[in-house]
């Protein structure tokens, strides 16, 4: 029986969105295409009618996880009374337990950035157009002038990154560092707002 192009289409969008949330949760190279194919409900072999490689298929699901992640980050940034409210919500949230500890794998670029460093140009290409959009958004809820937003959003957003990553690293072995990393960036970057 021949799919249809709807139904073609939405089981492309289920592998791409199983392997987005597998990829963040466990690491692209601990996920193989039947993993994700098996997770889908798909045979290992119908993956090469909708993907020529993993890193296509890698490139695509880093690319939906940002699109998700920016488009929520936009609606968050917006809905705040000033822009300096919206970026203290932005980071209580980034920076919680919940974030760090959360089934889907949260935010591409702390979840992947290993992954795409560590992939080739196709799988580091997907990820520089999410970051790049991420610091868009930021920037615009920053103060200065354009390059002076750009400054401040990347060192917010590298901030928030390393301590996600750190604090996710020694959540099972040390739970109280964990906490600690998540609570100092938050009260650092809390403590920089009021001054500027």
């Known amino acids: 029986m ?65 699109d998700v992640v920016a488009s929520d980050l936009s609606e968050e940034l917006a809905s705040g009374k000033t822009p300096q409210e919206s970026l203290s919500s932005f980071v209580a949230r980034y920076l919680s337990s919940r974030h760090r500890d959360t089934k889907s794998g949260g935010c591409p670029a702390s979840a992947l950035s290993v992954d795409a460093a560590r992939n080739g140009k196709t799988v580091q290409t997907a990820f520089v157009k999410g970051l790049e959009t991420y610091l868009d958004i930021i920037a615009a809820h920053m103060g200065g002038d354009e390059q002076e937003a750009r400054q401040q959003a990347i060192a917010l957003f590298s901030g928030l990154v390393g301590a996600m990553m750190l604090s996710r690293a020694v959540k099972n072995s040390d739970p109280k560092l964990s906490d600690e990393l998540l609570r100092s960036e938050r009260n650092i970057l809390k403590n920089h707002q009021r001054k500027n």
Do not use: P
């Open 2 to 66: 021949r799919l249809t192009k709807e139904q073609a289409e939405q089981n492309r969008r289920l592998i791409v969105e199983t392997a987005s949330r597998m990829f963040r949760v466990h690491g692209m190279a601990n996920v193989a295409v039947v993993d994700i194919m098996k997770e889908c409900g798909f045979t290992h072999g119908g993956f090469y009618n909708h993907f020529k490689s993993k890193d296509e298929l890698a490139a695509e699901a880093i690319a939906s996880a940002f």
